[in-house]
């Protein structure tokens, strides 16, 4: 049923062929590391910063996910509902500031836009005050409101340029249809603005996974910490233990990875669509 | 039919809040730095657990109270914790503290002072060890004199680990080297500056890196210790006019430190100030390239693989992973004295001084006197640090040498032992010296030199205008009169 | 209703509309902003409310705790004369522009390479070879580039001795004349995803027929690169340029992690100025006086660069 295409390389593209191999080979160079070194020991690693040895410690990867797993599924609810709120809201957002004239537009868009240049950590004290006193320390609606928030920024001006871009004559043929304009956002708007929405859910899934201060000071629970703070168990004022710190750092990319395999055709489209500009 | 579940799902509701209102707990937060009970993986198996049984023996002998162990990352993401959970007054009840810290924070009443508490009698040391009958008995006075706040008086950190620091040294290298491994002195492989010098010197001909060290703040840093040792013994006839009187021999407090900058009784500009920067100096060249940016991690990493020699550490808490890392002969030395053979300043010195490292203590936080628990946390401090529970801590994680009477320095930690007899230095860290701001700026400018990017007329003038502007800073802040020095 | 508001021509309302007054025009939108109400709220509540209180505090001295009293411009003053922000400044002058050149430039680079493909699926994969490393934290990238850098055994001092450069091995990160290039070249030669997509998605629109006659007038590749690629992607340039200026001001855990803005002042910039100001020294104020500095700057260099791209797109 399916058909295998081979890829074979042709003439005119041999030398883009090589300059990209050279580039790829240089950019994969670390990552090739980090799973190199999560196979070693300390004394392994100490002794031999560069190259694989013998015998290789898998054991690394069953301690690291012993303590990591339920991290992982904490992370997981975190990030999916992070995405599925910005999804929803900032395509709304997108779609109005795209789609439609009205008083105090550019000043709302640009009390929007121009968040991107607020320093994070000057931000990080006050903000704590403020969900403390919404009563939301050690609990997920600590981390999921203020991702949100924080990923609106991005997220809104990405939804406004793609919904831009997409041609007025679909949204006549809809309109003369006689459909309203909800209907219109619902079955014409949404599903053409799926890679953007793939885009959206990507940047969102990989900023909130990887943060680390802000559940720091929001979470001391230790059931609820998401993936990036179990992490931390593998370093200490003393020593890094750094076989199992670079396993789990492997290991919790596996999740990334299922999520870049199903939606990287609609993320790349998304952001390739020529839509993005200054 | 679901009006039914609805009502069972409301009656639970409405029990529930009221079994919770009921039950009235509480729960203690504490940070325990190194002793966290972290699980064991492959390459460490076995990682400190007492603590886990200590919280759980308290726990059943105190029905009603929790107590949850909070880990917290050690530096970088540290500092923006404790500021935030401060400030959000969201911080743990006991929290381990750097002293240093403690008087920096002063002005905001975040630590409870628990003067009167350590007056009383800790009921968890036992009849006839020092404590039962005055908490403050079961601790030396060197240490409470090491860490009680000049401003207020106040006694704010409950110390109960001694760092011992000092120079792991490679033996079969050495020796390889036709270096002799023997100690000239009863601490120290060297019997003066000079002869360290001259050894290293010598190593390094022979094509090592000797001395492994690390010098940036972004990871616990080792430079420091021999910054004030040092400078102590150059001013070593000069150091009694800067005590408050009556005083005898003590690492010097903020205060007095500051005061005496403040009197011109030391400044950027003497020669023994010059002598000391030369010193500095001189000793710079052994150590190894990248110093400072380098990890302690990296440093380490040197000295296990047998490539430097010589690596300064924690004589204490890096004995462990020394011994279980190495396979090569090793030992540790203390620093040797600075004397005559070095400089004319330190003419009199007969002996090098102990890094007093009193550093990191337990504090109590505002948040007990907030929700009213104080007497409990500090029960629960009492408890974890009195000798019976202390010593298990210590001697299941050999990290530190525990400061209590009463408790053996674990097997592990001997080496360190003949160091502690050593009289403390008078001048500490940067850092505690004078300010926070001080130590990093003065580190900053002494990597300026070393590196050559400033000269020594740089460096003087920009040393005595940090000094003479954070001492000013300091006394001000705590409106601190400086009139007990003479001129 | 909501109709006509919409920006399309076919509707032709907008002109009516803009003639009427504001209240009215307001009312009219009213489910619009019904529609924004969350996104604006969440905004206001999370984000503006804490950056204002940021503002605020630059006009006092806080140690984040009780020490908080007003000194009016006193913070703004002491950064004029302050010697350790002045280096700060001067060193991320560099890097940025350094940064912004890099990550503009490789990602072109290799976006040119890709459209150049004759196989679509060979340049689908390495679209997707080269979006892959994003899922890697930053944070893993520095500890893998302390280890390229480590003096003794680092991978970059090895290579030099392979070659028998041994001459030219360097404590890179612990000499102050090299650790801002090798702080610039941290992650060479990684493509930033975004802009290296968006610029992609620029050349990718550049209709097929453009570079057909291109060809069939003889241009070669380097002449195609300059009077069309590069001309026809310029807002796309413009706006990674604009962000990866945004990213690298406000980065402040490379240098951490790495040198600590060490050796001596050497790599201190101001974004890890402000972070330790606020954690290390416990002055939130002045903290927040660079922190404020550091937006007005960005704002105004992105209004530049608008402004001049718009300039020369419009010439």
């Given at each position: ?132 006193d919404l009563g939301l320390v050690n609990t997920p609606g600590a981390l999921i409101s203020v991702w949100v928030s924080g990923g609106l ?7 406004r340029s793609y919904f831009e871009s997409l041609p007025q004559e679909l949204f006549d043929a809809a309109y003369v249809d006689g459909a ?99 | ?71 917290v990352p050690s530096n970088i993401s540290g500092d923006q914790w404790r500021s935030t959970v401060f400030n959000g007054q969201n911080e ?396 | ?315």
């Open positions: 049923m399916f058909k295998r295409k081979r890829l074979r390389i042709a003439n005119h593209d041999l030398p883009f062929q090589m300059v990209l191999v050279a580039f790829g080979i240089v950019t994969f160079f670390p990552l090739v590391l980090v799973v190199i070194t999560s196979l070693k020991s300390n004394t392994q690693f100490y002794h031999n910063f560069w190259l694989p040895e013998l015998p290789f410690q898998f054991g690394n990867y069953s301690s690291a996910f012993r303590i990591i797993w339920r991290y992982i599924v904490n992370s997981v609810l975190y990030s999916g509902s992070t995405i599925c709120l910005i999804a929803c809201i900032a395509s709304v957002a997108g779609y109005v500031f795209a789609r439609f004239h009205f008083p105090f537009k550019t000043a709302l868009f640009l009390g929007f836009i121009t968040l991107i240049m607020v320093p994070g950590v000057l931000t990080l004290a006050p903000r704590f005050v403020l969900v403390r920024v991005l997220s809104t001006w990405l939804m309203a304009e909800r209907q219109v956002f619902f079955y014409v708007s949404v599903p053409l603005a799926r890679p953007m929405i793939a885009t959206v859910a990507m940047t969102t899934l990989i900023s909130s996974w990887n943060d680390l201060i802000w559940p720091l000071v929001t979470i001391t629970d230790k059931d609820k910490m998401p993936l990036a703070m179990g992490l931390m168990q593998f370093s200490s004022d003393f020593e890094t233990d750094w076989g199992t710190l670079f396993a789990g750092y492997v290991i919790s990319s596996i999740p990334l990875l299922c999520v870049f395999a199903v939606a990287m055709r609609q993320f790349i489209s998304g952001l390739t669509s020529g839509s993005i500009k200054a | 039919m679901y009006r039914r579940v609805l009502l069972v799902a409301l009656f639970l509701l409405v029990f529930g809040a009221i079994a919770g209102q009921a039950q009235d707990e509480i729960t203690i937060f504490a940070t325990v730095g190194g002793y966290y009970p972290d699980e064991p993986t492959e390459n460490n198996p076995d990682p400190p657990k007492m603590m886990n049984e200590i919280v759980a023996e308290y726990e059943a002998a105190n029905p009603g109270v929790n107590v949850e162990l909070v880990d743990p009840h006991i929290i381990v503290n750097n002293y240093i810290r403690v008087w920096q924070e002063q002005g905001n009443d975040w630590y409870v002072p628990l003067n009167d508490y350590i007056e009383a009698p800790n009921p968890y040391i036992p009849e006839g060890t020092p404590g039962a009958e005055r908490w403050a008995d079961s601790i030396p006075d060197v240490v409470w004199n090491t860490t009680y706040h000049t401003g207020s008086g106040n006694q704010y950190v409950v110390t109960v680990n001694a760092v011992a620091v000092g120079f792991f040294y490679n033996i079969d290298m050495l020796e390889a080297n036709g270096i002799d491994t023997e100690f000239d002195i009863s601490y120290s492989l060297w019997e003066d500056w000079e002869t360290m010098i001259a050894e290293m010197g010598a190593i390094a001909e022979a094509g090592y890196e000797p001395l492994a060290l690390s010098m940036s703040t972004a990871t616990p840093y080792t430079y420091n210790w021999f910054d004030g040792t040092s400078l102590t013994s150059m001013y070593i006839d000069h150091i009694e006019s800067w005590w408050e009187p009556g005083a005898s021999w003590h690492a010097l407090n903020q205060r007095e430190f500051a005061c005496a900058i403040q009197n011109g009784l030391i400044s950027a500009h003497d020669d023994a100030f010059a002598d000391w920067l030369g010193l500095l100096a001189d000793f710079e060249p052994m150590w190894v390239d990248g110093y400072a940016t380098m990890t302690w991690d990296e440093a380490y990493r040197l000295f296990i693989t047998g490539e430097t020699p010589f690596l300064l550490g924690n004589a204490a808490s890096n004995t462990l992973q020394v011994n279980r890392d190495a396979d090569f002969n090793w030992s540790v030395s203390y620093f040797p004295p600075v004397t005559e053979t070095t400089s004319p300043h330190a003419a009199n010195n007969e002996s090098a001084y102990l890094v007093g490292g009193f550093t990191s203590g337990f504090t109590v936080t505002d948040r007990a006197r907030r929700e009213g628990i104080e007497e409990q946390v500090v029960d629960f401090l009492m408890y974890m640090t009195a000798q019976p529970q202390w010593g298990r801590v210590v001697s299941d994680s050999p990290r530190s040498i525990p400061t209590q009477y009463g408790l053996d320095v674990p097997e592990a930690l001997s080496a360190a032992l003949a160091f502690l007899d050593l009289p403390i230095r008078a001048l500490k860290d940067p850092d505690p010296r004078l300010s926070r701001r001080y130590g990093e700026d003065h580190r900053r400018l002494m990597q300026e030199y070393f590196t050559d990017q400033i000269d020594l007329e740089t460096l003087i003038a920009e040393e005595d205008r940090l000094m003479t502007r954070e001492a000013r800073v300091v006394i001000a802040e705590n409106e601190w009169s400086c009139d007990f020095q003479m001129e | 209703m909501l109709r006509r508001l919409a920006t399309s021509p076919s509707v032709g309302a907008s002109k009516r509309e803009s003639q009427s007054r504001l209240p009215i025009r307001v009312w009219r939108a009213k489910w619009l902003y019904v529609a924004l109400l969350i996104p604006v709220a969440m905004l206001l509540i999370f984000e503006w409310l804490p950056a204002f209180s940021a503002l605020y505090n630059s006009l006092y001295i806080w140690n984040g705790g009780k020490v908080h009293f007003y000194v009016g411009l006193e913070h703004y003053e002491r950064m004029l004369s302050d010697r350790t922000f002045r280096v700060a400044i001067t060193n991320l002058l560099g890097f940025v522009f350094f940064r912004v050149i890099m990550q503009t430039a490789l990602p072109f680079f290799a976006a040119e390479m890709i459209i150049n493909l004759r196989s679509a699926r060979w340049s689908y994969w390495w679209k997707i070879i080269f979006v892959f490393p994003m899922v890697v934290p930053t944070i893993l990238n520095y500890l893998i580039w302390r280890f390229i850098y480590n003096p003794q055994v680092g991978l970059l001092n090895e290579g030099l001795k392979l070659i028998g450069l041994d001459d030219y091995t360097h404590a890179w990160l612990g000499d102050p004349n090299t650790v801002m290039w090798a702080l610039a070249f941290v992650r060479f030669p990684w493509l930033p995803t975004l802009q290296f997509l968006i610029i992609l998605g620029g050349l990718q629109t550049i209709p097929q027929e453009v570079h057909e006659s291109a060809a069939i007038d003889g241009a070669g590749f380097w002449r195609r690169l300059f009077y069309i690629d590069i001309p026809m992607t310029k807002r796309q340039i413009t706006l990674a340029m604009i962000l990866t200026m945004l990213f690298m001001t406000q980065r402040f855990d490379l240098f951490l992690v790495m040198t600590d803005g060490g050796p001596g002042y050497s790599s201190m910039v101001p974004a890890l100025q402000l972070y330790q100001s606020a954690f290390h020294f416990l002055e939130f104020g002045y903290a927040s006086a660079i922190g404020v500095v550091l937006f007005v700057a960005m704002l105004a260099l992105t209004i530049i660069n608008l402004r001049v791209s718009a300039g020369a797109t419009s010439n």
